[in-house]
């Protein structure tokens, strides 16, 4: 592709994202007004999407599977102890 092509689809992309820019900065005024006369607050926020719900899950699934392993890991360590303890003894003994 010509360079003059890959320059004006870039400042098409930058331009978009202006306008965009702009016409949220416009319009949150009118936002704020019919947010006020319908008796919506502002901060709510809005139900979380199915990739949100589906994110917050795998995150908890995460934090869960890592306690586990933590007192896994916990759990066979106390044991080795155990166990060398148990070696150390009966090495004074004999």
């Known amino acids: 592709m010509s360079k003059h092509f890959e320059d004006a689809r870039y400042y098409l992309g930058r331009a978009a994202e202006h306008a965009k820019a702009g016409v949220k900065?416009?319009?949150?005024?009118?936002e704020a007004r019919v947010?006020?006369?319908v008796g919506v607050e502002a901060?709510?926020?809005p139900e979380p999407s199915r990739l949100d719900r589906l994110q917050a899950d795998l995150k908890e699934l995460e934090e869960r599977a890592e306690g586990e392993a933590r007192e896994a890991v916990a759990s066979a360590r106390e044991r080795?102890?155990?166990?060398?303890g148990r070696?150390?003894?009966e090495e004074t003994e004999a």
């Open 87 to 89: 070696d150390a003894a």
């Open 35 to 37: 947010k006020d006369l």
């Open 80 to 84: 080795v102890a155990a166990y060398r």
């Open 43 to 45: 901060d709510d926020e």
């Open 25 to 30: 900065e416009e319009l949150e005024p009118v």
